[in-house]
């Protein structure tokens, strides 16, 4: 039988995600509702969590369509 708890160096630490900023807005991130990403709501941007570590690179965000960004904002435009 398998474990379904992820291995506790791929969690991230809530505390830690309070002190992190968006690096173009400086404005508060977001934890996706699947745990996989940081959303930047001002920036409209999504930053990837990598085996525990949020990748805070413009490089490596995506952008994020306005209807995923009202789920994040809640449900202000």
């Given at each position: 039988?398998?474990?379904?708890?992820?291995?506790?160096?791929?969690?991230?630490?809530?505390?830690?995600?309070?002190?992190?900023?968006?690096?173009?807005?400086?404005?508060?991130?977001?934890?996706?509702?699947?745990?996989?990403?940081?959303?930047?709501?001002?920036?409209?941007?999504?930053?990837?969590?990598?085996?525990?570590?949020?990748?805070?690179?413009l490089e490596e965000a995506r952008n994020v369509d306005p209807?995923?960004?009202?789920?994040?904002?809640?449900?202000?435009?």
């Open positions: 039988m398998t474990d379904p708890r992820p291995e506790p160096h791929h969690v991230v630490d809530k505390r830690a995600l309070e002190m992190l900023v968006c690096p173009l807005t400086k404005t508060r991130l977001t934890l996706s509702a699947d745990r996989s990403e940081l959303i930047s709501v001002a920036a409209r941007l999504a930053f990837p969590i990598v085996k525990g570590v949020p990748l805070l690179s209807d995923e960004i009202r789920k994040h904002s809640g449900g202000a435009p």
